[in-house]
């Protein structure tokens, strides 16, 4: 659901595909799950249409959407132009978050906060950026901030200049990366753009780990003109957004570089 409006469209209808293995998991853990995925569902404006169940050992759930878009208001993670800013609409660090709550290292108020961010679509940061010139556009999840931005600023063939002091982070996710915590995604995402990713200025280890984060239903990157960012920003924090920040600026491509990080 997420992706579909990260891409500037609108979801018309779903259909629930259920792996769970059988006599294991009892009839109220599938109802949460079904009654869970269709309240989201219905507040993304679609409709479940039906749906599959597989007997497997281990669970998984899924959604198959199809939606519409506008041929001309198509949102494409490439696009980016220099002198664009870019804004985040989500937090980061929900895998640490995950982790470090399997070691019960995490608060509850911030368990809390994380899963409050989570369940929130994009659908009102997309309704709301609708009224922008909007240049290039991803959603944030498995390969991280990095990962995402990397794939952005590459396919645009620019620079992105991320400034670390303005991410907007999860609280206690930085503090569960510092204490030790990490995921099995991390590494794996450093080595994807670890030859064209430049940091400017040094971080601790902890640190960058935050830009690797692989989250569950992140946020929005968007590529927007400078002129505009200001006013966008506000309108997102007026509808609700209140963790969107400003977080850096496009440049001509800067030899191999395609992130600079400060």
């Known amino acids: 659901m997420s ?23 009892g009839p109220e853990v599938t109802q949460g799950i079904i009654e869970g995925a269709l309240s989201k569902i219905a507040e993304a404006g679609a409709v479940l249409a039906g749906g599959h169940t597989v007997d497997d050992a281990e669970p998984k759930f899924g959604l198959a959407v199809t939606g ?3 041929p ?9 132009l220099p002198g664009d800013a870019l804004i985040l609409t989500k937090p980061l660090g929900s895998g640490a978050i995950f982790n470090a709550n399997l070691k019960n290292w995490v608060p509850q108020d911030a368990l809390e906060s994380c899963f409050k961010i989570l369940t929130t679509l ?22 991280g901030l990095m990962g995402h931005a990397f794939e952005m600023a590459s396919g ?5 200049d991320i400034q670390f002091e303005t991410l907007p982070l999860l609280p206690a996710a930085l503090q ?14 450093f080595l994807l753009v670890s030859e064209r990713l ?5 971080r601790p280890f902890f640190q960058q780990q935050i830009l690797a984060d692989p989250m569950t ?8 003109p400078a002129s505009q960012s200001k006013d966008a920003l506000q309108q997102l924090h007026d509808a609700g957004i209140e963790y969107a920040r400003i977080i850096g600026e496009v440049i001509e491509a800067k030899n191999e570089i395609a992130l600079q990080v400060f």
């Open 3 to 25: 992706d579909v409006y990260a891409m500037g469209g609108r979801p018309l209808t779903c259909i629930n595909l259920l792996a769970l293995p059988s006599g294991k998991l």
């Open 68 to 70: 519409i878009v506008h």
């Open 72 to 80: 001309q208001k198509i949102w494409r993670n490439v696009g980016a």
């Open 122 to 143: 994009n659908r009102i940061a997309c309704e709301t950026l609708g009224n922008f010139e909007i240049h290039a556009a991803t959603d944030i999840t498995g390969f």
């Open 156 to 160: 645009s063939n620019v620079t992105f």
């Open 176 to 189: 569960m990366y510092e204490k030790g915590i990490n995921t099995g995604s991390n590494a794996n995402n």
């Open 198 to 202: 430049q940091w400017c200025i040094d």
């Open 217 to 224: 239903n992140g946020g929005l990157l968007i590529s927007l």
